[in-house]
């Protein structure tokens, strides 16, 4: 992970780690989602979008976590991989979504969301499926 990337994510976790320590309770503890970036994506360039943090009292009861990433610019679709931290857990604390922006598509909107399904183990033993489908971002590609 870039350096840039990993401050990111580690902010990010600290930010949500005091947030969680007020929480009583795993049901009243919500995974939050993240707009990260802080400028707009450029062309060409690897671009982080959103991250979806998992706080220790959400992670509760938590069986798996996994997310999406849709993207697309003039109506095309831009590839998008969700990364997880930690890598290789069913249940990581932080869902990141990074783009594969276009060299060509400079001065264009792209929009972009995630969307994240999680399945939790209840009290009677059943399981229950929760998906997230973040609200549509946009941005403009820059140079």
Same mark, same amino acid.
Request: overall charge positive; proline content about 7%; glycine content about 6%.
């Given at each position: 992970m870039p350096l840039r990337l990993c401050a990111l994510v580690i902010a990010v976790m600290l930010i949500a780690a005091t947030g969680a320590s007020a929480t009583p309770s795993a049901a009243s @503890? =919500? #995974? $939050?989602?993240?707009? #990260?970036?802080? %400028?707009? =994506?450029? @062309?060409?360039? =690897?671009?982080?979008g959103y991250v979806y943090v998992l706080p220790a009292a959400a992670r509760r009861g938590l069986i798996a976590?996994?997310? *999406?990433c849709p993207g697309t610019v003039? /109506?095309? $679709?831009?590839p998008g991989k969700a990364s997880r931290v930690p890598e290789r857990t069913s249940v990581p604390s932080v869902l990141i979504c990074t783009w594969a922006i276009p060299s060509d598509r400079i001065g264009w909107t792209f929009r972009g969301r995630m969307e994240v !399904?999680?399945? *939790? *183990?209840? #009290?009677? /033993?059943?399981? !229950?499926? %929760? $998906?997230d489908e973040g609200r549509i971002t946009r941005w403009i590609v820059q140079p």
């Open positions: @503890a =919500p #995974a $939050t989602l993240v707009v #990260a970036s802080r %400028d707009d =994506p450029h @062309a060409g360039r =690897p671009f982080v976590a996994k997310a *999406r003039l /109506g095309s $679709t831009v !399904q999680v399945q *939790r *183990r209840l #009290a009677d /033993g059943s399981i !229950q499926i %929760d $998906t």
